[in-house]
């Protein structure tokens, strides 16, 4: 601070006492100086509580040619003291932010009219010393702290904003969730800054603007203001914010990784193992998963699920088994393993249990195995089965062609009745008559029968028994008759001997 006293007798006999005070202002260099006075009349009382109008000039040299000059108003308080900043009034000459003052010998003249008027009164004039260097970015002991180089000035020193102690080359302090600096466009409408809270630090776009991080003086990762994240080079920035969309498949997640054909979005590498998990995007297909020798796995609740082994063999369900064949699922007795549920409601599923495995239908449909597109094999929901057929009409297996086996078993009943003291054995003359009439034994089906309805084996056979066992009946009493007709023949045979 440098103290100037000024005393000067005026035709309005007023005597001011001046103190000079400057201070450097960092916002612009040099933006102002601070001068504060006390006013008096001539016999050295304060003019209080009233304005007067000061105008000051910078000179080069005590008489030489005027730099700048202004003027202000200014309003004494109870003790006759006013403050003003030289370089923030009304400008009548040149302007205060252009002054040269290395290439000048600076002088301050101060005028006044106690009054409030224009009829200016020299109050005195006094050489700036250090005090306007200061703003040139002078040091308080008359060092430049700030080097030249051209029209460059560096510093090599920390510097500290809103601080007094910096601990890096800039140091910014503010208070919690105060903007520490700020960057804009001439026309303001882009905004850059940092803020600190209490619990984060922020850098960032304050306007509707994204953030681009460089590298390589090319825009690589993008943060949009509605929170997407772009990774990758975008050759139309403008496409970045939607402005002129040019993409065939718009932003809509948050998170956009942006490569060229081929080539790998992210890349994770593991440690000892170096296991290298990626993804990528091809002309024709995308792929995520390991590029080295190693199982890909995806994880559901902090276990593996689904194992993809590098031979391209998959596990579902289990992290310890290897699997069987191309596909395996693995799952706890008598759960489902595998599920396929159709817009109909049809559900097929497969299930193992502690004796047995199962697949088939879930829900009330019948099961049907195809071979060439044919369902050669239909199961129907109450157990029925046709085979080349996909109406069993009722029956538990019915086939649609031949049948080929070493022995086929039929549970049926026998015809063992036949032969019970009870059973009424039809005469041979009813049975010529029944045939006569209806072409076929009684008891046996016709063979507009079995062409309608089919052969039932079982049945059809226990009635060939019943036939056979019959006609066994028959030729035993024939051969009696016989017998008793050859003993008739016999006895009189001998009688007539």
């Known amino acids: 601070m440098n103290k100037f006293k000024l005393t000067r007798i005026t035709q309005f006999a007023c005597v001011v006492f001046c103190t000079f005070l400057f201070s450097q202002v960092f916002s612009q260099i040099p933006q102002g100086m601070n001068y504060q006075a006390i006013a008096r009349n001539n016999d050295g009382s304060i003019l209080t509580d009233q304005t007067v109008n000061i105008r000051l000039s910078i000179t080069d040299g005590n008489t030489g040619p005027m730099v700048y000059q202004e003027t202000q108003d200014a309003m004494t308080n109870s003790f006759g003291l006013f403050t003003l900043t030289i370089g923030s009034g009304s400008s009548t000459l040149g302007s205060f932010s252009t002054i040269d003052w290395g290439a000048?010998?600076?002088?301050?003249?101060?005028?006044?009219?106690?009054?409030?008027?224009?009829n200016f009164k020299l109050m005195g004039t006094s050489q700036l010393q250090s005090v306007p260097y200061a703003l040139f970015a002078a040091k308080s002991g008359g060092e430049?702290?700030?080097?030249?180089?051209?029209?460059?000035?560096?510093?090599?020193?920390?510097?500290?904003?809103?601080?007094?102690?910096?601990?890096?080359?800039?140091?910014?302090?503010?208070?919690i969730n105060e903007v520490g600096f700020t960057h804009s466009t001439s026309e303001?409408?882009?905004?850059?800054?940092?803020?600190?809270s209490d619990v984060a630090g922020t850098i960032g776009t304050t306007s509707n603007h994204p953030l681009s991080l460089l590298s390589g003086g090319n825009g690589l990762l993008h943060l949009l203001p509605d929170g997407r994240v772009v990774l990758g080079e975008d050759e139309d920035p403008s496409n970045i914010t939607g402005t002129n969309q040019v993409r065939s498949t718009p932003l809509i997640?948050?998170?956009?990784?942006?490569?060229?054909?081929?080539?790998s979005g992210w890349i994770h590498v593991a440690g000892?193992?170096?296991?290298?998990?990626?993804?990528?995007?091809?002309?024709?297909?995308?792929?995520?998963?390991?590029?080295?020798?190693?199982?890909?796995?995806?994880?559901?609740?902090?276990?593996?699920?689904?194992?993809?082994?590098?031979?391209?063999?998959?596990?579902?369900?289990?992290?310890?088994?290897?699997?069987?064949?191309?596909f395996t699922v693995h799952t706890p007795n008598n759960s489902i393993g595998i599920t396929h549920i159709s817009d109909g409601g049809i559900i097929l599923n497969t299930t193992v249990g502690g004796i047995s495995a199962a697949i088939g239908t879930n829900s009330n449909h019948a099961m049907r195995?195809?071979?060439n597109s044919m369902a050669v094999i239909n199961i129907e929901p109450d157990g029925n089965v046709g085979i080349g057929t996909t109406n069993p009409a009722g029956y538990r297996l019915a086939v649609n062609g031949k049948i080929r086996a070493k022995e086929i078993v039929v549970e049926s009943g026998w015809a063992d009745h036949v032969f019970h003291q009870d059973y009424k054995l039809t005469p041979l003359t009813e049975v010529e008559a029944y045939i006569q009439?209806?072409?076929?034994?009684?008891?046996?089906?016709?063979?507009?029968?079995?062409?309608?309805?089919?052969?039932?084996?079982?049945?059809?056979?226990?009635?060939?028994?019943?036939?056979?066992?019959?006609?066994?009946?028959?030729?035993?009493?024939?051969?009696?008759?016989?017998e008793s007709l050859e003993n008739q023949s016999g006895h009189q045979q001998t009688n007539n001997q």
């Not at 702290?145 to 140091?171: M, R």
């Not at 409408?189 to 600190?196: H, K, N, R, S, Y």
């Not at 997640?253 to 080539?263: D, H, V």
């Not at 009439?437 to 019943?466: A, C, F, W, Y």
Request: hydrophobic share 40%; no cysteine.
């Open 188 to 196: 303001n409408d882009i905004v850059l800054g940092t803020a600190i």
């Open 369 to 371: 195995i195809v071979a």
């Open 437 to 482: 009439q209806h072409q076929h034994l009684p008891n046996i089906p016709s063979s507009e029968e079995i062409e309608t309805s089919g052969l039932h084996v079982g049945d059809v056979q226990m009635k060939m028994m019943e036939k056979i066992e019959e006609l066994t009946l028959h030729i035993i009493a024939l051969n009696k008759r016989i």
């Open 253 to 263: 997640s948050k998170l956009y990784l942006e490569t060229p054909i081929n080539s």
């Open 104 to 118: 000048i010998t600076p002088w301050l003249q101060v005028e006044m009219d106690y009054l409030g008027g224009n």
């Open 144 to 175: 430049s702290a700030w080097d030249a180089n051209g029209s460059n000035i560096f510093f090599n020193n920390l510097v500290g904003i809103g601080t007094d102690d910096p601990v890096s080359p800039l140091s910014i302090e503010t208070v």
């Open 272 to 326: 000892p193992d170096s296991i290298i998990v990626s993804e990528g995007v091809g002309g024709v297909s995308a792929a995520i998963g390991t590029v080295t020798n190693h199982i890909f796995r995806l994880n559901a609740g902090g276990q593996g699920k689904l194992h993809i082994w590098p031979d391209g063999n998959v596990m579902v369900g289990s992290n310890a088994d290897a699997p069987i064949g191309k």
